[in-house]
Structure formats: C-alpha cells, structure tokens
C-alpha cells in the first residue's frame, strides 16, 4: 500500500506495509488455490458459502497489498469485503435456506471481478519481468475461470430456465466445473448451457481464455525465460574472465 499516497497510515497498515513486500502474488494465489477448493469440494451448506466470500474477500485484500495501491483504496475493498461477509450471513439468517441465492453470486462477481483489473494494473506499471510478474498473470487467468462460473450461476438464479441442459439444479462445483473446462477449450461435454445467453459467454469465455493464455502467459514466459537465460550468459562470461590468467 502507500504507492502515490499521503494518507496518514494506521497501525494495522503500518505493519502490513513493514512485513508485507510488494508484487508477491504467490500468496494471492495460494488463496485462490483454497477459495478453488472450497468451492470444488465443499458440501452445498450456507456455512460454506459464508467461507467461500470471507476467502475471496481476503484474497481480495492480499491482491491489494501485493499490488501496492493508495491506502484510500485498500480502506475502501476492506469496507466492501466486510459488507460483503455480513451480507452472506444475513442472507443465510433470513432465508433460512441452505441453497445460495442470487444475491450471493452477485456479491462474489463484485469481490471477483475486482482482482484481476487490479493485478493487471500492477503488472503494467511494474514494467518488470520476473516469476512474480508471471504468478499475477496467472492468478487473473484462475480469476477469470472464477468470475465466469459466478456469472453462470446468477443467470440460473435469475433466470427462468435450468442453465444446463444435462440437469434441472445447477450446484456451484458443477458451474466451477464448467467454466474451467469452456476456459480450457477441453469440452467433455458433460454439461452444456441450454440458453442462448450463457452459449454466448461460453463462447467468449473460451476465446478469452485462449487468447490470454497463447499471448499474456506465453509471452511472459517467454521474456522470463529470455532474461533468465541473459543472467545466465552474463555469469559465466564474468567467471571465464575471472578465470583468465592476468
């Protein structure tokens, strides 16, 4: 936090600025790894709906600090991310339902859809090729997959009509499931979306996906590579040198 901005530091931002050094998304995407698992494998209980949001939340919050925004901004995303977590359980408290509503998933396209444009916008001001350079590109490839499958699931809410062909209630694994392999261009075929709407953005899912992954990430590894391989040179043409006798 603190890049381009005066804002007096408090004391819990303070110590994150001291233990927390800037641009390491590994920590980001071990988040995401966790928010994947739960929501892969986690049973359909509200309880692990409200996780679900608290990890996205604080994966949000880690983005932030990894990617050194103003701390007006970083007090901001801590303010939504909370409302956010209080929502999820008053949704739960009212409804008395263990089935998510559309209110939900709206919530988690909000804490979603953030990550990756601020990631993005790090990267680019960074203008340094490293391996965390390619674990930020990496994580907004996973966030992608992610956003998308929340985008799934509040059409089948809001809609009148099943979102799958295959089954009448789609379950959050399922539509993770789907968006990673549409992301992929696998195509199992297990799961199809029956509305023209969610054929349409399985289609630009896939292409987005593609395209980011044959362009962003290759090209990245490509220079990381590149520069690795320059150090490398560089190395040993300073101890051939060092080896030569005077």
């Known amino acids: ?6 804002t007096n530091a408090t004391g819990v931002e303070r110590w994150l600025e001291e233990h927390s050094p800037g641009y390491r998304y590994h920590w980001v995407l071990l988040l ?8 892969a494998s986690g049973p359909p209980d509200a309880w692990v709906r409200v996780l679900t949001v608290f990890l996205q939340g604080l994966t949000l919050l880690a983005a932030l600090l990894a990617s ?16 956010a977590l ?4 008053t949704t739960i408290s009212v409804s008395g339902s263990s089935e998510p509503t559309s209110v939900f998933f709206l919530l988690n396209i909000l804490l979603v859809a953030a990550v990756p444009v601020v990631i993005a916008r790090a990267l680019w001001r960074r203008k340094v ?10 994580c907004i490839y996973v966030l992608l997959g992610m956003m998308f499958a929340f985008v799934y699931a509040a059409i089948d809410g809001f809609g009148s009509a099943p979102f799958f062909v295959q089954t009448q209630h789609a379950t959050i694994p399922e539509l993770l ?3 990673f392999v549409t992301q992929t261009t ?30 962003i990430i290759a090209v990245l590894v490509s220079r990381l590579s590149s520069r690795n391989m320059a150090a490398s040179t560089s190395a040993d043409d300073a101890a051939d040198q060092s080896n030569r006798p005077g």
């Open 32 to 39: 995401l790894a966790a928010t994947f698992v739960v929501m």
């Open 68 to 83: 050194r925004v103003s701390r007006r901004l970083f007090r901001l995303a801590s303010v939504v991310a909370f409302f």
């Open 186 to 215: 696998v195509g199992y075929g297990d799961f199809t979306a029956a509305g023209d709407l969610g054929r349409a953005l399985s289609v630009v899912e896939a292409l987005v996906g593609q395209l980011y992954l044959v362009t």
């Open 1 to 6: 936090m603190g890049y381009g901005d005066n």
């Open 86 to 89: 209080i929502s999820a359980i």
């Open 177 to 179: 499931y789907f968006s």
């Open 129 to 138: 090729i490293d391996i965390q350079t390619v674990l930020g590109a990496v």
